[in-house]
């Protein structure tokens, strides 16, 4: 079966930089990708890694290792705006390149 | 270019009795999802429609869920009867089609509240 671990939650102080680490299991890997969700809102896109390495977007980052089934999320320069739920999400190409989302962790950013 | 519509944006029915949803993706996306978000949990994949045809439907609750998307552009996505557990917002997400698209575009949802 396909299963995603990620932290339940992350605090971090206003201007500083986090990680969010994402771990996976499934049989059809393609791609590992990142949403936002604020509270009330609807998730939206931030990255998309299909090959090992580091993606950068502006503050935010994404990395992966295919070998080790491990991505992570980096965020600079915190705004208390980054306050949100962060997703990771694998596409499998298992049945048609279908995608799993893991269980989300909440960031706070303090001031 | 607008966005994924979706209406209503809340409902609140009770249970055993039956609701729909309804979806209008972005124009040209020929990939539509719909996806179950129960409070604190990421979004669970009910189906996944690639035009008019069902790619994916192996966590829908076919006893009571049912979706179409007959002309291969809106949708929408039946409840019947309703169990309390269905509480939940229900997000309608499209995309591009080719294999190597990988950006799902959601729409505002709908908050479901069975009592």
């Known amino acids: 079966g396909q299963s995603l671990e990620q932290p339940s939650e992350v605090t971090a102080v206003e201007g500083a930089i986090v990680q969010i680490n994402c771990t996976y299991q499934?049989?059809?890997?393609?791609?590992l990708s990142w949403y936002q969700q604020h509270d009330g809102g609807a998730p939206t896109f931030l990255s998309y890694?299909?090959?090992?390495g580091l993606e950068e977007t502006g503050r935010f980052s994404s990395f992966l290792s295919r070998s080790d089934s491990y991505g992570y999320l980096l965020l600079q320069e915190l705004q208390m705006k980054d306050s949100a739920s962060y997703f990771c999400a694998v596409r499998d190409r298992t049945g048609g390149f279908k995608t799993i989302f893991g269980a989300g962790t909440r960031l706070f950013v303090k001031a | 270019e607008a966005g994924v519509a979706q209406s209503p944006r809340y409902k609140i029915i009770e249970k055993r009795q039956s609701v729909a949803f309804w979806c209008n993706p972005i124009?040209?996306?020929?990939?539509l999802y719909w996806y179950q978000q129960i409070l604190g949990q990421g979004p669970k994949l009910l189906i996944q429609f690639q035009n008019n045809g069902v790619v994916d439907d192996s966590q829908l609750p076919k006893d009571r869920f049912s979706a179409e998307r007959l002309k291969g552009v809106d949708s929408t996505l039946k409840i019947q009867p309703a169990k309390l557990e269905d509480s939940a917002v229900y997000l309608c997400a499209s995309s591009l089609p080719e294999t190597g698209s990988y950006e799902q575009y959601f729409g505002p949802g709908t908050r479901l509240t069975v009592t």
């Open positions: 499934t049989s059809g890997f393609y791609g």
């Open positions: 890694n299909a090959l090992d």
């Open positions: 124009s040209g996306h020929a990939t």
